[in-house]
């Protein structure tokens, strides 16, 4: 068999993937002592230096800890939050630290980044802030701390020879040291397609390493006239220098942290220098195979990872797909096109652009790796030298900040496809490696029409229905509705969550594919439904686009700043802003919305008494959205639903209005959702939006029982602080509910009367 360790490879990579999936480890939860002072022992692993606002904070890995918390074990690594003093503590000492524990946050929505589980794959328990580090013993390990002394003073060389934001960029592409690395720069590489760059990969190891070994076989002693064989020259042998630069990249990725890809580019280029010392041929597929078996035998969630199927995604779309398109700009796309549903499945979006910016930023990469080199050792012995030699790497860095930039402005920069499910992605590459299997047959035409039907398969939206996902944002609201390709929008704010729009409501619209928003509509003015909804507006460059603006048409003298904000930041971006009242209809993908409260030009004593309420129809499921609506505002609603005119209420039967799902009001507080309310709108499913550990006491136990005893069984009974995320998903005739918390069990389909 030819190549029988990449059969073996993928035999065992499929085999662990699936016990995953039948048995998935647990993750141990340390929330119930989160935010408690505690006591730590343990040995500093690593350490690692951040920029925080305007101060320096040292990271230490602490390993082989021991505590007396719930379900701590002596595998558990606990990342340290110190100060400069920190820096001081050698690494491999014994040390005990002492300080408040704090959780790593998990994801509650679909799409946000879960640092829980992030965490968990590198194990890391938990975390320890505003720490007090007492050193216990002397060093253990002598190599570690010389080798992070001499990256700290190998930064502090960049540091003199660059300008700041091109010294924190080459610390990272060199040392591994991401810690100073600005905010909005990261997002521009990341928008563009060429984050990897900053990561210490397989391009650094083949420059570097490669360059070594070259460097090492020109090296020439000539022999002296004495030993009886002067004239002849005495050249390193392949296997002395092959050796020798695995050792020396072996410590540079213990220097700069050994990520995952890093050791993947490190144990394939050993085999490579294996190959060469023994004359064998080397095979890339056969290394690569060896590279996974290894990484997953050392941590099978690995498989879960980003950074491992980006890693390896990349190497194997250069090995089966370089050859299936012509010409150099063609083998650009091998990358990407194996790397497409590890994007999609990450980030639900793929940055357009980055195969043609790719092609000039890959092959500039040696540029500045190597101005970066030049200016780290001349800088060590002449500062201004080092400088000379950093121009190269000005030059470089700014092509890339420029590049990226204008890609940035093109119009259709980010495709926002959203996520694709796992059997989507498995056909689309089994479909990709048949002109891989069978070139020969096939043309080259004929490759790129396939190749592009691939891709049009994966990026297709195979969903159908209208759902409503009504997000976790901590204290707050924010609903999204998708129907028929269509979305809308309903509120979007926080009172409790800080970054709401970049962490929580662009990642879950991005990860349903939401382009475009073609109504985003306002129950009211509170922060707590419009904080998020004022970013995305005054956002220039949001991949998602608002199309109409829907404000409640309350009186002039009611409107405050946030209404204002609102109305501005719409009209600067060129948003139509419509204000809208009881009576007026929408109809979008199938839905049709029916605005229920308020009356025009309607005054009220508070914002939440003219909260905006919108109605729902499609097919024969319902749903009713009331925003923070209670007090005499409930009362109108009551009044208006009552009506023969209204075209909402008429579906009702027997003087009520059947409800498949109730949004209780102003996050279930004991004033809203009235009992002469529920006796009108009898609900079979109810959701509750509300914080964790709110300070109010929302949902309040005098609104379950109320809608427990309006007929709203207890476990149809659903609130975000639990379940996070709530889906609720709908063809007309059936409805499912999904909890995005595994804790909170799944509803069975429903079907509707």
Request: hydrophobic share 45%.
């Amino acid at each position: 068999m030819k190549r029988p360790l990449c059969f073996a490879a993928l035999v065992f990579l499929t085999a662990v993937w699936i016990l995953q999936r039948l048995m998935p480890p647990g993750i141990p939860s340390f929330a119930s002592c989160d935010r408690r002072q505690v006591c730590i022992r343990g040995i500093v692993s690593s350490k690692e230096r951040k920029q925080k606002g305007g101060d320096e904070e040292v990271l230490l890995t602490v390993s082989h800890v021991r505590a007396d918390l719930p379900g701590a074990g002596t595998k558990d690594r606990v990342l340290v939050h110190g100060g400069p003093e920190a820096d001081t503590v050698p690494v491999g000492s014994p040390v005990t630290v002492e300080g408040n524990l704090s959780c790593f946050p998990e994801a509650t929505n679909h799409g946000e980044f879960d640092s829980r589980q992030y965490y968990h794959i590198l194990h890391y328990a938990y975390q320890i802030r505003n720490a007090k580090i007492t050193q216990t013993g002397p060093s253990r390990d002598l190599l570690g701390e010389r080798l992070y002394r001499f990256r700290r003073k190998s930064a502090d060389i960049l540091d003199n020879c660059l300008p700041g934001k091109d010294a924190a960029v080459m610390k990272a592409v060199l040392l591994g040291e991401k810690g100073f690395l600005d905010d909005d720069l990261k997002d521009l590489y990341a928008g563009s397609g060429i984050i990897h760059v900053l990561a210490i990969s397989g391009l650094h190891i083949s420059l570097l390493g490669a360059g070594l070994y070259s460097l090492l076989r020109k090296i020439a002693v000539p022999l002296p006239e004495s030993t009886g064989k002067g004239g002849l020259v005495l050249c390193i042998p392949p296997p002395f220098a092959g050796t020798l630069a695995v050792l020396v990249m072996l410590l540079y990725g213990k220097m700069t942290g050994m990520s995952v890809s890093a050791l993947r580019a490190i144990f394939m280029f050993a085999i490579r220098m294996g190959a060469l010392a023994l004359g064998r041929t080397y095979d890339l597929l056969t290394a690569l195979s060896a590279a996974g078996i290894l990484l997953i035998l050392q941590e099978p969630a690995f498989l879960d990872h980003p950074g491992f199927l980006f890693s390896f995604g990349a190497v194997l779309g250069i090995a089966l797909l370089s050859d299936l398109l012509p010409g150099r700009v063609g083998k650009a796309f091998c990358v990407p096109l194996m790397t497409l549903p590890v994007s999609l499945r990450s980030y639900g979006t793929f940055p357009a652009f980055s195969v043609l910016l790719n092609l000039a930023v890959i092959p500039l990469m040696g540029m500045a790796v190597t101005g970066g080199m030049a200016a780290l050792i001349l800088g060590a012995f002449f500062v201004p030298a080092g400088r000379a030699a950093g121009i190269v790497v000005r030059i470089v860095l700014y092509f890339y900040y420029a590049a990226c930039s204008i890609q940035k402005g093109i119009p259709g920069n980010t495709c926002v496809c959203g996520f694709r499910p796992l059997w989507q992605a498995g056909v689309y590459l089994l479909l990709l490696l048949i002109p891989a299997a069978f070139r020969k047959a096939y043309p080259k035409v004929l490759r790129c029409v396939w190749l592009s039907a691939c891709v049009f398969f994966l990026t297709a939206d195979l969903s159908y229905g209208l759902s409503i996902h009504f997000m976790d944002v901590g204290q707050g609201d924010g609903i999204l509705i998708c129907a028929g390709g269509r979305n809308i929008l309903v509120d979007c704010g926080s009172s409790d969550q800080k970054h709401l729009y970049k962490y929580r409501l662009l990642p879950l619209l991005q990860y349903y594919g939401v382009q475009k928003i073609d109504c985003a509509i306002l129950s009211h003015e509170d922060t707590d439904h419009c904080s998020a909804l004022a970013e995305l507006l005054e956002d220039e460059g949001a991949p998602v686009r608002v199309r109409r603006l829907l404000l409640p048409d309350i009186a002039e003298e009611e409107r405050g700043e946030n209404y204002a904000r609102l109305e501005s930041a719409a009209k600067a971006a060129g948003i139509p802003v419509f204000h809208t009242a009881a009576g007026d209809e929408i109809h979008l993908g199938g839905a049709d919305l029916y605005v229920l409260h308020p009356k025009r030009k309607g005054t009220y004593l508070s914002a939440n008494e003219g909260s905006c309420v919108v109605g729902l129809r499609y097919g024969r499921f319902s749903a009713l959205l009331t925003g923070d609506l209670e007090g005499e505002g409930e009362l109108a609603l009551i009044r208006y639903l009552k009506q023969e005119e209204n075209a909402f209420s008429n579906a009702g039967k027997d003087g009520t209005i059947r409800l498949t799902c109730l949004k209780a009001a102003h996050h279930g507080s004991s004033g809203s959702t009235c009992d002469a309310f529920l006796e009108l709108a009898d609900a079979d499913t109810a959701v509750i939006m509300a914080g964790r550990n709110n300070p109010y006491g929302h949902p309040h136990r005098a609104l379950l029982e109320r809608l427990e005893r309006d007929g709203t069984p207890r476990e149809r009974i659903l609130c975000t602080k639990d379940c996070g995320e709530i889906t609720v998903w709908t063809d007309g005739k059936h409805m499912k509910t999904a909890p995005f918390l595994p804790a909170v069990p799944v509803e069975k389909t429903i079907i509707l009367e």
